[in-house]
């Protein structure tokens, strides 16, 4: 098979789906636009769909909805708008095979690891339908007569911004919370993985979300800059690189909106010479190659502390058991599998050795999949690229040191701060290094260490701007606002009407 995955030429090859459309008002519509992408598999090249490139009029159009829907939607209670929660998961779960092979087909992981997103998704839900017991407000008689309450109240019009490596669990990231808590929302998936949230929102009208309380619109640059733009919007989310995160939370911050905006990642996994080694190397295999290293959470530099050679030994073999196509999904795109396999060279040219060699890997019968294979790279040096910086692929560099000092310090040093682990049987070592990572999710023996619902997940320095984090109960400080009123009433009124 010979598709068009390179030059963005459609040839005469039919379709998987129809092409992809915005969701305004509770129905699927044509963008004001013509100008299209191509949305092509990773998984072999096969062309999905085309997304439109919105423009500011479909976002307009989007929030004129969303602003007419929340009139109704915030004031209905709050028990009555998580039923619609309740019925999503149980459709989330009852289409979990078919909303997982679409997450598969257009973001190219595994149908395991694109199963787990939807039970992510699931759990999510979950935690929305438990908001009524968590925003209940706070009232006290402060003196004769005179209360003081406080309610969280939605804001209004809200936006979330997704990325492309999690086409339906980032989005429920924010979807269930923000809606819940009774905002109306217009969500703008990445252009490289739009079919997932289409498919949510049919879901979630099935589930009985009133028309234009959840919205689509489709597209790149012009959609999100007119989102950071728009005066009737009153707060952002984002999730995707750091670059971008920086553009949008000034952009949206500067317009006077609330914005929360999660970057990329450089997560670091420090390993003493007392870690269990069979654990150790599972744990890190999985963690740098799970989703093909395309995770935020994802392991990318390993600061291996003293004589850890037999540890390294043990994950080169856990590292060789993970294959393309079987249990490691593709990268994204040609353009990534390109990047990835850059850094790998780049490194080897600067005096890294390789120790597990990805480039070149194909998957027969998938050759037009963008797939590269499992990568361990040794004696990387902090000044190196592939030690500073995010490869987005299934690729570790192992830093050496001789002290766990010297670990925390390379941890330290690098910019982003979403997670860190350390493996050790040493307790008191591990409380050191939870005290000392630069990061806000920090694993001990856990290669992924994302907090479960009711937690919340959110890392620290160019990882996220703005306060709080995206899940769990500090949610509900992003998506609401704090009314505090404080009310008079004579407490003898009534006996003496009465009598
Ligand atoms: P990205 O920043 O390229 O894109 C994210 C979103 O921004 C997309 O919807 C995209 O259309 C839009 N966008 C891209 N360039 C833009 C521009 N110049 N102006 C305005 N909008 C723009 O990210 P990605 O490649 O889709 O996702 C991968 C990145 O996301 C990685 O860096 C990863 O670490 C990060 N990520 C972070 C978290 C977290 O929780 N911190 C979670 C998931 C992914």
């Known amino acids: 098979m010979d598709y068009p995955y390179l030059n963005n030429v459609r040839l005469t090859i039919p379709m998987k789906y129809a092409p992809v459309r915005n969701y305004i008002n509770g129905e699927f519509v044509e963008a004001a636009t013509s100008e299209t992408l191509d949305v092509i598999s990773p998984v072999d090249g096969a062309l999905l769909a085309t997304v439109p490139l919105s423009t500011s009029h479909d976002l307009d159009q989007a929030v004129k909805a969303a602003k007419k829907a929340f009139a109704t939607w915030s004031r209905t209670p709050i028990k009555e708008r998580v039923q619609v929660f309740f019925r999503y998961k149980a459709l989330l779960e009852k289409n979990l095979d078919e909303l997982a092979r679409l997450v598969q087909e257009e973001n190219g992981k595994t149908f395991v690891e694109a199963v787990a997103e939807i039970e992510k998704g ?17 009232v006290l008689e402060v003196s004769k007569g005179v209360e003081c309450r406080t309610e969280h109240v939605p804001l209004g019009v809200v936006a979330s911004i997704v990325p492309f490596n999690f086409p339906s669990m980032v989005p429920n990231w924010t979807i269930p919370n ?8 217009i969500i703008k998936p990445s252009e490289k993985v739009p079919l997932s949230v289409g498919r949510l929102a049919e879901l979630l009208q099935e589930a009985g979300l009133p028309p234009g309380v959840f919205n ?11 989102i950071c733009d728009h005066p009737d919007i009153e707060a952002v989310s984002f999730v995707g690189s750091t670059k971008v995160a920086k553009l949008v939370y000034q952009r949206a ?10 970057g990329g990642a450089k997560n670091h996994l420090i390993v003493l010479p007392d870690a269990i080694p069979a654990m150790t190397a599972q744990n890190i295999t999985a963690s740098m190659s799970g989703c093909a290293g395309q995770r935020c959470m994802a392991a990318s530099a390993m600061v291996a502390v003293g004589p850890v050679d037999h ?7 856990e590292v060789l058991k993970v294959v393309p196509g079987q249990n490691l999904g593709a990268v994204i795109n040609r353009e990534s599998k390109e990047r990835i396999e850059r850094y790998i060279t780049e490194a080897e040219g600067l005096g890294a050795k ?3 060699d990805g480039r070149q890997a194909t998957v027969e019968g998938k050759e037009n999949g963008t797939y590269v294979g499992p990568t361990v790279i040794d004696y990387v040096t902090p000044d190196m690229a592939v030690a500073r910086e995010e490869i987005f ?5 192992i830093m050496r040191t001789r002290t766990v000092d010297e670990a925390l310090a390379i941890e330290n040093a690098n910019p982003y701060g979403n997670a860190a682990a350390v493996f050790t049987q040493n307790g008191g070592m591990a409380r050191y290094v939870i005290d000392r990572a630069s990061a806000g999710m920090v694993g001990v023996n856990v290669g992924v260490p994302v907090p479960r619902e009711p937690f919340s997940f959110g890392g620290w320095n160019e990882s996220r701007f703005g306060a709080g984090d995206i899940t769990g109960k500090s949610s509900i400080e992003f998506w609401t606002k704090l009314r505090k009123s404080t009310t008079k009433w004579n407490p003898e009124a009534g006996i003496n009407w009465m009598s």
Do not use: W
């Not at 689509?216 to 007119?226: I, L, P, R, Y």
């Open 122 to 138: 699931s759990e999510l839900s979950e935690f929305a339908c438990s908001l009524p017991q968590l925003v209940t407000g706070e």
């Open 178 to 185: 923000a809606i819940a808590l009774g905002n109306c929302m």
């Open 216 to 226: 689509v619109v489709h597209g790149t640059n012009e959609v999100v800059e007119a």
């Open 253 to 262: 911050t500067s317009n006077f909106k609330r914005c929360l905006a999660l």
């Open 311 to 317: 540890i390294i030994e043990q994950l080169c073999e």
């Open 354 to 356: 390789v120790l597990v």
């Open 393 to 397: 692929g299934p690729v570790i560099s």
